[in-house]
Each structure stands twice: as structure tokens, then as C-alpha cells.
């Protein structure tokens, strides 16, 4: 494969999964058959193997449908490294986490997800940390 078609790929690829982040439904090509993903939270983790397995499990811990609002997207050697902010509302108000996600490829199609997540921050949390703490580059 050359630069530009990678480069190409992993564009596509990270736009599916920005579009899978913000709608819970994972588009066509975007993961393998047999894809695993190991999910590591601040206090817990999860893993799923097998699309379906990695849909459900994105739907259970973020069942509302939400916006991607930044990211920045790193081509590697096998994959991609994407990081994003995250923002979604359900009945509980509105919600907020970061996420850094290292994705091998093969055959065009993610195989290998690791997801590195800070929680999810309700208002109450991001205002606190507004008053607590002083960020150079929001």
C-alpha cells in the first residue's frame, strides 16, 4: 500500500469512527469480523471481541447519541492514533469525556482498538474543575 493510499485509509477509517463515536452504529468496513477492543476506563475495563460484541458494548456504556466536536488524528505504521473530545446529553444533563484511541488495520478495516478513556464528567465536574483548576490550552 503507498503513503497516500494509507494516508487515504486511515482518514476514512477515522472518520467512520468519529461517525460510530457520535451515532452508536458502527458504518460498513469500519471494523473487522473478528475486531478486539480492550476499553480502559479510570477505574475499570472492558474488552469485546467481534464487531457486534464492540457495538454493544459502546451502546451500553454511551447509549445517547452525541457530537465530536475536536480531534486529532496520527497515522502509525499499523493504523492510526486518534484523540478526540466527546460531548452527548441524556436525562441525567449534559456529559462530557476525552478518549485516545490506537487502532491497528488490516485488510482496510480496524482489527485492533485500544480506547483510553477519563471518564465521563457530568456539569457538576466540569464546573469544578473550571474553578479549580487553570488550563494554559482549553
Not at 68 to 97: H, I, K, M, N, S
Amino acid at each position: 500500500m503507498t503513503t497516500g493510499t494509507r494516508t487515504r485509509t486511515v482518514e476514512v477509517l477515522a472518520d467512520a469512527l468519529v461517525e460510530f463515536l457520535e451515532t452508536g452504529s458502527a458504518p460498513d468496513g469500519l471494523f473487522t469480523a473478528d475486531a478486539f477492543c480492550d476499553l480502559s476506563l479510570p477505574q475499570w475495563r472492558l474488552q469485546a471481541i467481534g464487531r457486534d460484541e464492540l457495538v454493544a458494548m459502546r451502546r451500553q456504556s454511551h447509549p445517547a447519541t452525541g457530537t465530536v466536536p475536536r480531534r486529532r488524528l496520527d497515522a502509525t505504521a499499523t493504523g492510526f492514533v486518534l484523540e478526540v473530545e466527546e460531548r452527548w446529553q441524556d436525562a441525567d444533563g449534559d456529559w462530557y469525556c476525552r478518549e485516545l484511541f490506537r487502532a491497528d488495520v488490516r485488510d482496510g478495516a480496524v482489527a485492533q482498538l485500544s480506547v483510553y478513556c477519563t471518564g465521563d464528567w457530568d456539569a457538576a465536574r466540569r464546573e469544578r474543575h473550571a474553578r479549580e483548576v487553570r488550563l494554559p490550552r482549553p
